[in-house]
């Protein structure tokens, strides 16, 4: 499977935890981006990086998440000290070099706040 | 955020064309349309994108009409399993330009295919 790959598929913290989504793109790209999907909602763009920079982080709670994509591994949405309002579906997206290369998307992270 | 208005729902029977319209009349020189859809809460599903010229790929055919300001997303022959919400986004290219890189979400339209 050459395509976009996240995991874990589910993620269950305890409130004040840390969660850890991780996001390896498809073979090629070095555009990761990331999106949040909260329950009956649409989605959200957060991030988008490509490697070891940020380029727009306009859609970013202030406090509590960041994110990364190193040189070397996967892209990493860390979210500190989770709130039950966390809770949502977390996707990632990568694209190719090229202004109009359509982003391709992962089956997304599930995170469960109890 | 999102610079295109598409219906809420359409329906379509199985077999048959489905044509989802989309409106971007503010749509810039350098915006390209794309076009996804997303079944239940799977990832979206990247399905075509286009400047100005209509485009054909094994999904479906996009439709721009000469000014720009619309679009139609084609299905020639739908099926059960094309139910889903389907958006269509503007998106500019290059830097500088505030939809630069991430993909604005609307509500879109959610198509259900019946028998």
């Known amino acids: 499977n050459a395509g976009v790959m996240q995991n874990p598929r589910h993620l269950v913290r305890r409130r004040g935890q840390e969660a850890r989504l991780r996001c390896s793109p498809m073979?090629?790209?070095?555009?990761v981006y990331w999106y949040r999907q909260l329950p009956e909602e649409g989605l959200k763009f957060m991030v988008y990086l490509q490697k070891e920079n940020i380029i727009d982080e306009s859609g970013m709670p202030k406090e509590r998440f960041s994110a990364e994509f190193p040189k070397e591994g996967p892209s990493i949405l860390r979210i500190q000290q989770v709130v039950r309002g966390d809770s949502a579906a977390y996707f990632c997206a990568s694209s190719g070099t090229g202004g109009n290369q359509p982003q391709h998307f992962g089956d997304g992270t599930r995170l469960s706040i109890l | 955020d999102a610079k295109t208005t598409q219906p809420p729902s359409m329906d379509c029977a199985e077999g048959r064309a489905a044509n989802l319209p989309c409106n971007h009349s503010?749509?810039?020189?350098?915006?390209?349309v794309y076009w996804y859809r997303q079944i239940h809460s799977q990832g979206p599903q990247y399905i075509i994108h286009?400047?100005?010229n209509n485009e054909t790929n094994e999904m479906a055919s996009l439709i721009i009409t000469e000014d720009r300001k619309s679009s139609t997303l084609i299905l020639p022959h739908a099926t059960l399993r094309d139910t889903a919400v389907y958006y269509c986004i503007v998106r500019a290219t290059n830097a500088g330009g505030t939809s630069y890189g991430k993909l604005t979400f609307g509500q879109g339209t959610i198509l259900t295919v019946h028998p």
């Open positions: 073979k090629g790209h070095s555009h």
């Open positions: 503010t749509i810039s020189g350098n915006e390209y």
């Open positions: 286009g400047l100005k």
